[in-house]
């Protein structure tokens, strides 16, 4: 996947203050092991330890 693509989840991730993120590729053979990228920012520190 092209790069920008992982600028624009972040960005979409910081806009709505969501603490993670999945990008999903479905142009491949095995989703779960090739086709998914999970992003984390800053707002993951303020969620609650469980």
Same mark, same amino acid.
């Given at each position: @996947? +092209? !790069?920008?693509? =992982?600028?624009?989840? @972040?960005?979409?991730?910081?806009? #709505?203050?969501? !603490?993670?993120? *999945? #990008? *999903?590729?479905? +142009?491949?053979?095995?989703? &779960? +092991?090739?086709?998914?990228?999970?992003?984390?920012?800053?707002? &993951?520190?303020? #969620? !609650? =330890?469980?």
């Amino acid at each position: @996947m +092209h !790069p920008v693509f =992982d600028a624009i989840i @972040m960005s979409y991730m910081k806009y #709505l203050k969501a !603490p993670k993120g *999945i #990008l *999903i590729n479905f +142009h491949v053979t095995n989703i &779960f +092991h090739q086709g998914q990228k999970t992003f984390v920012n800053e707002y &993951f520190d303020a #969620l !609650p =330890d469980e």
